[in-house]
């Protein structure tokens, strides 16, 4: 048998650049050590390490050592036990010294807002030449759409979000990404739940508002009491956004004297359109966005989905400064990847694109959420910025961190107690008392277990997020349901087979239905399905109802 041949050791440097927090495997490539090296160190130097061989580990909380992550004080630590110092490693996207940078006009990013069914997407489709909302499911919009339109020469990027309750966090990132808000309020139904919502955010976020009185179809003449009515929600709005600024006083104060009359419209019939064109043109002349397309590329995700065709996992981003460029890396979120292929929103496939224009981008690695900050970098800087908070957000939720351990652990000593050693006593007492209780389903001792598809992230998460508070039943109960796990795309054998083992149902919005090995899957094994396109039905076969 011929002897393995190693090469020389690398040699460490003396400074190690290190993240804010990094796991096992990659502090032993940094320090080119072996993980058990770095394992029995750990052992050493910190209390809390569990000194356990591999086949015990999992007893202890860890999968494996893999799994332990480390912040920067704790990751310093081992550094100096091998004689190295660690220094902060900051990847920003600030421009470096001697930058010069390349200032040219960016199309303004504007945002459409307000309350469900007060016109939003027929607005878009008139400003758009389009017919979206027709098509809606249940004539409600559920996604936030994103569209370059040409208005009156000058270049704009249109984020139209939905308006109900539940999709509260697309309003917030729509408002993050704009430049402009602007607040439509139906006429007869005034100034609603949603609508000071997307006032609050606009404030917030620090940017300027142009309110949108909408569905005046027959003109303002054609009814005495219209004029009155739109001095009134005028009024009415006005009064929301210097309640919000009470909350965020660093609003500029020129946008709050900016803020006087509203521009009265029909997206129906397109009485007022062009003076409404012209508003927003002249309210974005007044900002003169301008981008520096020499910097580093950086922006942000507006949506992330899963497509067929061999396109794979998906996102829309736009840029507020640089240019994307095919086979650029890219950090976005927790992930991480390379730019494959680029789509503008009228279905172009282009090689570059510059700041303000939303385009679709093939090529991540996982499934950043919307709202993420998007950054082209180098390939190992991008691999090290998804790392570093793949762990940051792992790092509280380790085991050494759990105030309450289901086993009675002793760290550092490598002294395991095992389940047989709490006594049969005990394990009996505690299953006569399990039985005792006969919790009712539905209750929160005993929610309903379900499984959420969607077919985007942004859809996923306001579903998921609406567990979170108890619903009510038609006889006014409060009924607690819960998430056990969610995925994009269609329903796969794993989601049946979990869904059987736990009892659980799943749940299918606008997703493809199960193939037809699945299919029969799900029927001999009788797991209930909900596949529903519109967010109400989300768990109608449970007796449920998302209001």
Known sequence: KKARIRGPRRKVPHNLKLPRYIDIPGLSKLLNRTMLDVTKKGNKIFDWWPNATFKTLKKTGYRDVKSIVLNFEEAQ?????YDRDAHPLEIRPDPEEGHEPIMLPRPCVVSIMGHVDHGKTTLMDRLRGTNVASREPGGITQDTYCFLVDVLGNPITFLDTPGHRVFTSMR???????????IVVDVNEGVESQTLESVHFAVEHNISILPAITKVDDGLDADPAMRPRIAELTSAIRTAVVD??????????????DLKDSVVLSAKTGWNVESFKSEMNAKLH?????ADVAAMPYGAVIEAFTEGGGRGNVITVV????????????????TWGKVKQIQTSERKIVDEIPPGIPVQIMGVRGMPDPGDDFMVLEEQDAISIATERQCEQA??????FVEEQEESIEYGSGELLELDELGEEEDSDLEKKLNEQQWELGSKENPHLVIVKADKQGTLEPLLAACQEPFV???DEKVFVQPISSGLGAVTKADVMLADAAGATIQC?????PSKQISGLIKSLKVETNLFDVYFDFLKNIGLKVT
């Open 473 to 475: 039943n038609d006889k």
């Open 77 to 81: 630590a081992m550094c100096k036990a």
């Open 395 to 400: 790092y509280p939720n380790q085991p050494r």
């Open 319 to 334: 840029l507020w400064q640089g240019s994307i460029r095919k086979g650029d890396y890219f950090a976005a979120g927790l």
């Open 286 to 290: 007044g900002l003169t966005m301008k």
């Open 509 to 513: 919005f606008r997703v493809k239905p």
């Open 172 to 182: 917030d990132n729509a408002a993050f990404l704009s430049d402009l808000a602007v």
């Open 244 to 257: 919000a600024v009470k909350e965020f006083p660093k609003y500029p104060q020129a946008f709050l004297t």
